[in-house]
């Protein structure tokens, strides 16, 4: 390969056992972020992760999403225009360095926001007096497919009222899966389809659930059915996925969490997790 041209790489995956995994390719010393994908590190105070998202919609705009698993990271953002590639603690354009999830949108009017195909450039570090922090980041454009959902990992969001947020996760044919979501503040309802074709609303769904400020949660068991209608005697290679939309009936920050029995469900401090468990 030169620089002088294009040059494609090949990369082969072997399934020791069956498995969910994400691909993502580096730039330099940067992990390229796919979008809509969250992906998972660990953060230590001093040293800073470096990512790049190569954004070509300068219509819509852009979020940065950095979740806390545990500890408290930081999140400095640059650009192609502010010349920024590797952003950090006094150097940067866009920053989120509060306690807990932190976010940072940019809007095509946002100054030196990117006005044609560019990348941004975000630097990952945990808080100078703190512990390592383990995160999962996320970018996205209002444009983006669903954010899949990688069961048992959760993922902190936000939503404005009336705004709509949607999620994926795929589903195996003997596991029963609990979507629940946990608002901080405000009040959201969540829907969820197995149907493939359509896409998952308030008046499309086969799943709801619409608590007033309080969590959310649905059960999709095998034996229900509609799993038995578009997820069993599937074609070989095809997937059943549920699709699920978080609807804001406020302006809220919340965690969504897909979990499958039997499975571990990571934590995020400072966050509760419900859950239930049967007497022996």
Not at 51 to 67: G, K
Not at 91 to 99: M, N, Q, Y
Not at 176 to 189: A, E, I, K, N
Not at 226 to 250: D, E, K, W
Request: aromatic share 10%.
């Amino acid at each position: 390969c030169t620089r002088s041209a294009d040059c494609p790489v090949s990369v082969g995956v072997y399934g020791v056992v069956s498995s969910m995994y994400i691909v993502s390719p580096q730039a330099g010393s940067a992990l390229v972020i796919p979008e809509g994908v969250p992906i998972r590190a660990i953060a230590t105070a001093g040293v800073y992760d470096y990512y790049v998202f190569e954004f070509t919609n300068p219509d819509s705009a852009v979020v940065f999403q950095l979740t806390p698993l545990s500890g408290d990271p930081d999140m400095y953002v640059g650009n192609d225009v502010t010349q920024q590639y590797y952003p950090k603690r006094g150097d940067a354009t866009w920053w989120s360095s509060g306690l807990g999830q932190e976010v940072v949108e940019i809007f095509p009017t946002s100054d030196h926001a990117c006005t044609s195909s560019c990348r941004y450039y975000i630097g990952v570090t945990a808080y100078e007096t703190a512990d390592n922090a383990s995160y999962t980041i996320l970018a996205r454009t209002r444009s983006s497919r669903p954010t899949p959902l990688v069961l048992g990992t959760p993922l902190m969001d936000a939503v404005a009222r009336t705004e709509r947020v949607y999620y994926s996760v795929d589903l195996t044919d003997q596991t029963d899966v609990t979507v629940l979501v946990s608002p901080t503040s405000g009040d959201v309802d969540i829907f969820g389809t197995l149907a493939q074709n359509v896409t998952v609303s308030r008046t499309n769904a086969e799943y709801s659930s619409t608590n007033q400020h309080q969590d959310d949660s649905f059960t999709v068991r095998s034996s229900d059915q509609h799993f038995q209608q578009h997820c069993t005697n599937l074609p070989a290679g095809a997937r059943c996925t549920l699709f699920i939309m978080v609807y804001g009936i406020s302006a809220t920050q919340y965690s969504i969490v897909a979990s499958a029995a039997d499975e571990e469900t990571q934590l995020i401090e400072g966050q509760s997790t419900p859950g239930t468990v049967q007497a022996l």
